[in-house]
């Protein structure tokens, strides 16, 4: 258990090395979702503050030294911060615990410790990258070299703060750009860290500037800067495209990481005993607020039953509650309006004539837990793929069992829908195995398994789901520019 105090924090916006107020003094509040606590006041960014953000992180890319410092010493760097990250993951995951709602066990046991390896690992790739030589003949010599594009603006969501951040700073740094992060607006409090955690680690000034504040207002003033080159983000589709039309002027360069709606596919020739449990993580980790859920579980009619009673038996003995507790597998949702979507749900899941198998209400819980915003894990059966429940991302612990009986039309459904991040497959026929991972339009399939990663491999979504990889050579391919310097040799 953590042993972070549920004082009312201060947090403030971090540019050129220091933390400190927004220009008007405006803050706003975030709460404890388990509780409805306040736990944190936080700065929050007038246009003016990310104004200056923008040209401090120009300067500092422009002018300072890190664009131009050996990649050994810059690496250097970026793995003492990876170093401090887990000297502190108690305190990184104890933030999370009570500004997601996530369990602090699994926080502090997967996410953190991946946080720090997502920058311990692009510093590593970075001084083992090479460039191309294209010889023409004995006449002319082509080189590359890969340089930082410059600013960089990181916008992420709220479902895995901390984590996803690393996951875009690594890169960006190593690459030797410089960065302005918006974390979401519910959930500031981990990632308002780095700056300090920067510092402590001796990257200069300048290099990592941090403003809090709503998407609208901070993060539209972010993605139409002039001083800001290129753009990653992590969120919705819908504010994919709202970022995708304000940079457009000034003609940025952006990575979207989107929103998803999995196939999760089990044939009858399913290993049931590896198949449900990994079947229950993907549904109801973080409460499923995971963009990579596997939302929709298509089940052969042939073992529907038994897929059905097991999976059953499995989502009721989740246990759900306090987030501090190292029993719980399952928080709240993260804020009131979050839960008011969610619930919406079990409305249209009436309506469509859905079949509830379990859940669907606020589960019991200690009196100091009832205002958090608590739903049970939910299950559901429904025939028709083409229904909202089916289609529309939930974003929470709402699933949906859509019986098939062939192949063919376990495809159908699988491809059925705007997203395109991830599949995933559980078969022992290898050639089906193969057939279906070809034939789902999706950047991830895994085949009986999930959320198996490998920091080299290309992370993102076909269709509404992103634009762009992360990943290994596709992350440094974002940041960085390519350039063919020719040289005659005559
Ligand atoms: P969101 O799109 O509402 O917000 C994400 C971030 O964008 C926040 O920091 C928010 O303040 C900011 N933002 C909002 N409007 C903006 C605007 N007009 N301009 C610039 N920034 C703006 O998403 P969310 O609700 O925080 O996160 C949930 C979504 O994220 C889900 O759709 C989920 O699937 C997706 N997600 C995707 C991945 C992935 O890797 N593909 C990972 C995690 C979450």
């Known amino acids: 258990m953590t042993n972070i105090q549920t004082k009312v924090r201060e947090v403030g916006l971090y540019i050129n090395g220091e933390y400190t107020k927004a220009m008007d003094d405006a803050t706003f509040e975030v709460k ?51 170093e401090i990250i887990l000297e502190r993951k108690e305190e990184i995951a104890g933030l999370d615990a009570i500004d997601v709602g996530k369990p602090f066990h699994s926080a502090v046991q997967h996410e953190v410790p991946r946080a720090a390896n997502n920058i311990k690992f692009f510093a590593d790739f970075m001084e083992n990258q090479g460039g191309e030589v294209y010889p023409m003949e004995e006449e002319y010599i082509n080189y590359t070299r890969y340089e930082p594009v410059g600013v960089a603006a990181l916008i992420t969501p709220w479902n895995v703060p901390f984590m996803l951040t690393t996951w875009k700073l690594g890169p960006c740094l190593a690459a030797g750009n410089t960065a302005i992060i918006k974390p979401a607006e519910m959930t500031p409090l981990s990632v308002s860290l780095l700056g300090e955690i920067a510092k402590e680690a001796g ?61 999760n596919i089990i044939f009858e020739d399913a290993n049931l005993d590896k198949a449900i449990p990994v079947s229950i993580q993907a549904a109801f ?28 038996k499995a989502a009721m003995e989740l246990k759900v509650g306090d987030p501090q507790d190292a029993e719980t597998r399952m928080g709240p949702l993260v804020s009131e309006e979050h839960y008011k979507k969610v619930t919406s749900y079990l409305e249209i899941a009436k309506d469509e004539n859905a079949t509830l198998i379990c ?9 100091y837990l009832q205002n958090g915003y608590y739903l049970e894990p939910t299950v559901y059966i ?23 009986d062939t192949e063919e039309e376990a495809l159908r459904i699988a491809n059925d829908t705007e997203y395109g991040l991830n599949g995933v497959v559980w078969t022992e026929n290898l050639q089906r195995a193969h057939r279906i991972s070809h034939a789902v339009r999706a950047g991830t399939i895994w085949v009986n398994c999930w959320f198996v990663r490998d920091l080299r491999a290309p992370f993102g979504g076909f269709k509404k789901s992103g634009v762009g990889r992360e990943g290994g050579h596709h992350s440094m391919e974002f940041f960085t520019e390519a350039k063919n310097i020719c040289i005659a040799l005559k």
């Open 359 to 367: 859940g669907g209400k606020r589960p019991e819980l200690p009196e």
């Open 382 to 404: 429904q025939e028709n793929p083409k229904t909202r429940l089916c289609q529309e991302e939930i974003f929470g612990p709402v699933v949906t069992i859509i019986p098939f």
């Open 285 to 312: 980790m973080n409460s499923g607020q995971v963009c990579l859920a596997g939302s929709r579980i298509l089940v052969q009619r042939t073992i529907l039953d038994e897929f059905i009673n097991r999976f059953k």
């Open 203 to 263: 990257i200069p000034d300048g290099v990592v500037n941090i403003v809090h504040g709503k998407g609208s207002v901070v993060g539209t003033a972010l993605t139409t800067h002039p001083e800001v080159d290129l753009v990653s983000f992590t969120g919705s589709t819908a504010t994919g495209k709202r970022i995708m039309k304000n940079g457009a002027d000034s003609l940025k360069k952006f990575s979207f990481e989107l929103g998803g709606k999995a196939a």
């Open 32 to 82: 404890n979702p388990a509780t409805q606590e306040v736990i944190a006041r936080v700065s929050e960014a007038t246009i003016e503050d990310v104004d200056r953000a923008c040209h401090v992180a120009r300067n500092a890319f422009e002018n300072g030294p890190w664009r131009t410092m050996t990649v050994a010493e810059r690496c250097a760097k970026l793995r003492r911060m990876a």
